[in-house]
């Protein structure tokens, strides 16, 4: 079973940076392609950016292209989101996913985290 643990969220002032981090556990993390999600308040949960299993191939949603780069450490088990540029509508909670399916991790993932709580304030 398949596990992942997000931290780094907080509270960051518009324009300002954060890392998040997606600890993975219970299977090899060269198996699952791996994604990033949010889910504002009153709104549905949606895509942000995706990576495959190797790191060679990664996927973002429009919004955030140019601001956010996804990436991955598979000797440490752990995939991450840089968020640069941040406006305050990307309040949100930022959930990691995994899937041993690239072309799934955007769309209907196996795995998901608990979610970590990003702030932007104005």
């Known amino acids: 079973q398949v596990q992942l643990v997000e931290s780094g969220g907080g509270l960051v002032q518009a324009g300002g940076s954060l890392r998040l981090s997606c600890a993975v556990s219970?299977?090899?993390?060269?198996?699952?392609?791996a994604g990033w999600f949010r889910q504002a308040p009153g709104k549905e949960r949606e895509f942000v950016a995706g990576?495959?299993?190797?790191?060679?191939?990664?996927d973002y949603a429009d919004f955030v292209k140019g601001r956010f780069t996804i990436s991955r450490d598979n000797a440490k088990k752990t995939v991450y989101l840089q968020m640069s540029t941040l406006k305050p509508e990307d309040t949100a909670v930022y959930y990691c996913?995994?899937?041993?399916?690239?072309?799934?991790?955007?769309?209907?993932?196996?795995?998901w985290g608990q979610g970590t709580q990003v702030t932007v304030s104005s």
């Open positions: 990576i495959s299993s190797s790191g060679s191939r990664t």
């Open positions: 219970g299977g090899p993390v060269t198996w699952y392609a």
């Open positions: 996913a995994a899937d041993d399916r690239f072309s799934q991790v955007k769309v209907v993932p196996d795995y």
